[in-house]
């Protein structure tokens, strides 16, 4: 079983400044994949980054990167330079290296970006 | 391109109920899958395809059933429902790699009354 913790139920930034959302997971497989999705307040899921248990370097997609730290089964997502569209629900999620995308969620954080 | 719609977005039944709710893909994936979020939580996986023709139960499969006769349809039913069924329901695709995302639909808000 795949198991996500997502911490921080809530938080603040401020416009321009970096913020890191927290994520901690548990998993009995070997190889696995993290990602990260964006839920803003019209409901769609969107993909922002990931991360595989192998990759050498963490990822990185313009102003997000992925703070992966596999001893300590930590995958924090990092926005660079908030924006006031970047307030949303964000999900990290986990998945086997097997086929496909069956994820596992975290419950979520919620950003909201003050200007 | 459409991506991935589901139908229809907004729903409600009586207890007891059925009803069905399709998804369609046009990036012809081969997997397939729908999920439940209930208000503050995450998503969580309800069954899934790997192909045209399959099914698999995924973490709550219990109260749905599904069917994937077509490549690009997956449909997910409720035979009789409950309200602990009352949810927002996504459907989602995505290629055998899974090193590529997860395309999601626009979501379905179900209310069992």
């Known amino acids: 079983a795949q198991k996500i913790t997502q911490t921080q139920p809530g938080m603040f930034v401020q416009e321009k400044e970096a913020v890191t959302l927290d994520c901690t997971y548990d998993?009995?497989?070997?190889?696995?994949?993290l990602f990260w999705y964006k839920q803003p307040s019209s409901g769609e899921m969107i993909f922002l980054i990931y991360?595989?248990?192998?990759?050498?370097q963490n990822a990185t997609e313009g102003r997000y990167s992925l703070n992966f730290q596999k001893a300590r089964k930590s995958a924090n997502l990092v926005i660079s330079a908030s924006q006031l569209g970047d307030s949303a629900m964000y999900f990290c999620?986990?998945?086997?290296?097997?086929?496909?995308?069956?994820?596992?969620f975290g419950g979520g954080t919620r950003l909201m970006v003050k200007p | 391109n459409a991506g991935v719609t589901q139908t229809p977005k907004f729903r409600v039944l009586k207890t007891g109920q059925s009803m069905t709710l399709l998804c369609a893909q046009d990036?012809?994936?081969?997997?397939m899958y729908w999920y439940r979020q209930d208000p503050g939580m995450g998503l969580r996986l309800i069954h899934y395809?790997?192909?045209?023709?399959?099914?698999a139960k995924g973490e709550v499969p219990d109260g749905y059933n599904v069917s994937r006769l077509k490549k690009q349809n997956f449909l997910l039913g409720l035979e009789s429902a409950a309200p602990s069924q009352t949810s927002v329901y996504f459907c989602?695709?995505?290629?055998?790699?899974?090193?590529?995302?997860?395309?999601f639909g626009q979501g379905t808000r179900l209310t069992v009354v």
């Open positions: 999620a986990i998945d086997s290296n097997n086929g496909g995308n069956m994820l596992t």
């Open positions: 989602a695709s995505s290629d055998r790699d899974p090193r590529t995302e997860a395309f």
């Open positions: 990036m012809n994936h081969e997997y």
């Open positions: 395809s790997v192909g045209e023709g399959t099914t």
């Open positions: 998993t009995s497989d070997p190889s696995y994949g």
């Open positions: 991360q595989g248990s192998y990759d050498q």
